[in-house]
């Protein structure tokens, strides 16, 4: 499998921990999900993938509140007026 980054072929497997949180104030009560994926590490650009596992999605997903819609693509101009900084 090539790295959907930089598309090289060196690519490592770890074990790691980790805790998932519910974004936001309003979660900060919420204690965390721990995960223990399998890491698939690329060694030339440091892109990282893993799944969630099905047990602890389901954690995940009870958890969190409705998601707002995410535009991952989506360009945000903005003009700064020169003559409001002097």
């Known amino acids: 499998m090539v790295c959907p980054s930089c598309r090289s072929v060196k690519q ?3 074990t790691a921990e ?6 936001g104030l309003k979660n900060i009560d919420r204690p965390g999900t721990w995960l ?12 990282c993938r893993f799944t969630v596992p ?3 999605l389901a954690s995940v997903a009870k958890s969190t509140t409705p998601p707002t819609p995410f ?9 700064c007026r020169s003559s409001s900084f002097r």
């Open 71 to 79: 535009r991952p693509y989506e360009i945000v101009t903005t003009r």
């Open 18 to 23: 980790m805790i998932i949180h519910s974004p």
């Open 36 to 47: 223990f994926p399998e890491l698939l590490v690329c060694l030339d650009c440091g892109f």
């Open 54 to 56: 099905e047990t602890e």
């Open 12 to 14: 490592a497997e770890f």
